[in-house]
């Protein structure tokens, strides 16, 4: 098993930035790539970022590229999200997910999920 707890979120103007830590513990090895979703109200659950856990390859959602950046501790199995120049469209609840065998972009093939972080953005 692994666990995954997210910090971070919170409140900031549109132009801010922000940066989300994903802590990893358990078999914390056993990990492949760490993704970070979000989800707004009323809306599907979307894939921001991801990274690979031992290569550092990274992918990047559209909507973000440019803005937000996916790194990695390894030493400390986090992983985070900095994310600069933020957009009301932004806000949603940001969750961390950790896949043993892949790296990819769709939610459904992941393993273990964080409870998540709460980010808003206003305008």
């Known amino acids: 098993q692994v666990q995954l707890v997210e910090s971070g979120g919170g409140l900031v103007q549109a132009g801010g930035s922000l940066r989300l830590s994903c802590a990893a513990s358990?078999?914390?090895?056993?990990?492949?790539?760490l993704a970070w979703f979000r989800q707004a109200p009323g809306k599907e659950r979307d894939f921001v970022a991801v990274i690979n856990w031992s290569g550092g390859t990274t992918g990047y959602a559209s909507s973000v590229k440019g803005r937000f950046t996916i790194s990695r501790d390894s030493a400390k199995n986090t992983v985070y999200l900095e994310m600069n120049s933020l957009k009301p469209e932004d806000t949603a609840v940001y969750y961390c997910?950790?896949?043993?065998?892949?790296?990819?972009?769709?939610?459904?093939?992941?393993?273990?999920w964080g409870q998540g972080t709460q980010v808003i953005v206003s305008s």
């Open positions: 997910a950790a896949d043993n065998r892949r790296i990819g972009t769709i939610g459904n093939h992941y393993d273990y």
């Open positions: 358990g078999r914390a090895f056993s990990i492949y790539a």
